[in-house]
């Protein structure tokens, strides 16, 4: 049986913990909630909600984390889901070991992740949103194959789910089951320690719901920093799916 690793490389406040939702409904597929975040708050200090408990029940050394990765399947299914956030990429970590992976770019309009990061927490940057690593991320993946690596562009995704899961199961050479568009409402043992504190709106849901955006309102500061981020947004978003 030959295993595949899907990693799903994402910034926050996007619909990241949706996808879990979706590829651990499919049988064969087992899933990791965001394996490099207690390295990344033993690293960087950052003062996260739950900050302490996600460093006690994580890994800290991002090597061994990644020899996990790597490795047995939890469960033995063919499928391993891999839910990442681009800022737990870190400087000086390395990241030929992703080539291994079959990774996807979640991406989302930065005034949009801009505007709900900051309902949250009292600053932001564009490191903080995951956008430069990811910008980083995708040159990486492009020079290596010569191809544009997948891309979702979320605001597109919730106008046609299943379309969309259609045509990225047909990219990875997966069937498409239905099961991945809905689930059983509350938690999931595969969630993070964190999960309390950020994951009420999935715990309430049981699919993909409609996007309900509309313009944001930010202040100067928060407006310079969404538009810092908006000519790489722009570029990923170019190579997305489209249905």
């Known amino acids: 049986m030959t295993t595949r690793r899907i990693a799903m490389w994402s910034g926050p406040r996007n619909i990241s913990t949706a996808m879990m939702r979706a590829w651990e409904n499919r049988p064969d597929c087992t ?12 690293a960087t200090g950052a003062d996260h909600p739950g900050r302490d408990e996600v460093i006690a029940a994580g890994e800290t050394d991002w090597r061994t984390v990644v020899s996990t990765l790597l490795g047995p399947v ?34 989302r309009d930065p005034r ?19 956008v430069p690593q990811q910008e980083a991320l995708f040159e990486h993946l492009r020079a290596r194959t010569g191809d544009d690596p997948i891309v979702i562009d979320s ?49 309430a849901s049981t ?9 944001p ?8 920093v969404a538009a810092r981020c908006m000519p790489a947004y722009e570029r990923m978003r170019a190579a997305s799916l489209h249905t």
């Open 31 to 42: 899933v990791i909630d965001e394996p490099l975040y207690a390295h990344y708050l033993a």
């Open 74 to 107: 939890p469960g033995g299914k063919p499928l391993w889901y891999q839910k990442h956030m681009c800022h737990h990429l870190l400087p000086g970590m390395a990241i030929d070991w992703i080539d291994a992976l079959d990774n996807i770019l979640l991406v």
């Open 112 to 130: 949009q992740v801009v505007a709900s990061y900051l309902r949250a927490r009292e600053t932001v940057t564009p490191e903080d949103i995951g």
């Open 155 to 203: 605001g597109a995704f919730l106008a046609a789910p299943e379309a969309h899961l259609r045509q990225l199961c047909e990219r990875l050479g997966l069937d498409f089951d239905p099961r991945m568009l809905r689930w059983p409402q509350g938690p999931r043992d595969t969630d993070g320690v964190w999960a309390p504190h950020w994951y009420a709106s999935v715990w």
């Open 207 to 215: 699919g993909f719901e409609p996007a309900r955006e509309h313009p």
């Open 217 to 224: 309102e930010l202040d100067a500061h928060a407006e310079s």
